[in-house]
Every structure is written in C-alpha cells, then in structure tokens.
C-alpha cells in the first residue's frame, strides 16, 4: 500500500513510537542519500511514512541534511501530504516553551543550502510561486485537529529559517522581529521550498522549545531545549493520530 502521509521528524521526534511499523526502505536518490531510511508504518487507520530528518541517530545538522534527497525520496513512494515536526524558539511573546505552532508564512535566512530542484538540464527557467508557502489544505486540517484536543496551538505566525548550526544573536532576534518573525527555526527552508517544486501538500508543526536568544536572561542550552520538547512532543503525536484520519488518501 502507498503511504499517503510523510511525517518528517526533527529535534525530539527522531522515533515515532505511535507507528506501528511494517517496513524500513532505503532509497537512494538522483540527489544523493536521504537523512536515514523512510520507515513504513500505520497510524490513525492510515499507511503512513516516516522519515527522521536528523537521521535515526540525530547526527546530522541542519545545514549538512539532505533536504532535496528526503523531500524527493518522500515523492517518490508516492505521497500527498506532508507535516513537517520542527523544534523552534520563540519570538512572539506568546511563543512559550511547550506551545505547538503552525505557520503560514516564512524569512529564509539560510545561505549554502542546495534550495531547488530546477537548476540542470532545464528546456526553461522555473520560477514557483510560494505567495503562501506551506499548503492552506493541511494547515487547516492540523488546526482542526489541535482545536479538537484543545491544545491552544498558535495558528497563525511567521517562520525564520536561520542558517545555524548555532543558534541566533540577541541582536539578530531582533532583526527578525522587525522582519515580522514570530518563531526560529534552521530547518524550515529549503525544506518548504522543495516541497512546493514537488507540487507535495506542506505544512509545519512547529514546537517552541525555548525562549529565542535575548527574550529571557541568561544562554540557551541544549539540556533545556531538549526538557521542553518532551513534553512538547507528546502533544505532537496526539495531534498526529487525531490528524492523519481527516487527511483523504487520494492524490
Ligand atoms: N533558534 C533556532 N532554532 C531553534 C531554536 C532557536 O532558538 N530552538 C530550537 N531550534
């Protein structure tokens, strides 16, 4: 059976436990390796696809992931939709740790990043449009869902792709504040981007786990980042069984 769901998983969602798995298949690409293999499960009554985006062993950084390779292996094995689980830091006042947020808009600040499939061997230049860049059909679905679990999910903000690894500047928060940013990621893009190309449906769930660099005295750790996500992802995998059931399997 064809998958007709990819749920990408990022920081703190490198295994998803609420997937009964039939099948691990690694794919190799005309980009070159995926992040770990796409595993084959079912959750919510549905054939869904897993794909861990650090890798199964968190190993690799946002600017060294494979992004075309996972987004095409994912349209490869044939599927519609695709949610995107992504830890993030909060710039909006109300982005606190634990809150889960799906945006609808997105700044790439990223640099370096191999950011499209159109660049060979083309009859013409390309050109997508992504006015909105995450797909308003999924996006409503998932804040349908949250709203039905009452999880007091953000519904609407503005996604920063910073180029990381490391993580931001007091100042460069600042910026991206002015740029109308509510949340930080270093995943979103050219992850986003791609999927469009792939004419994939796209959304994100993203999942504050810490206050952005400046919001709140004192550095940002690792083992802080991580405490929150815990608690942050358990309402990440309720939302997906409540989810994947309301997202049709037709292409
Ligand atoms: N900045 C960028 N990416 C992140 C952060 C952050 O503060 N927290 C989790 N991912």
Redesign the pocket.
Known sequence: MTPSVAIIGG?GLTALDTLKITRRETLSTPYGEPSGPVIHGELGGRVVAFLARHGPRHALPPHRINYRANLWALHRIGVKWVIAVA???GIRDDMTPGVLAFPDQLVDYTWGRCCTFFEDHLAQVTHIDFTEPYCGELRERLIQAARALNLGARESCAYAA?Q?PR??TAAEIRRMERDGCDI???TGMPEAALARELGLCYAACAVV??R??GKVPGV?TMAE?ERNLVAGMDQVRSLLTQVIPMLDGER
Do not use: K, Q, R, S
Request: hydrophobic share 65%; net charge negative.
């Open positions: 920081t830890a993030v830091g910073a990381g993580l931001e930080v990621g270093m786990a810490n952005a660099a940002i980042i």
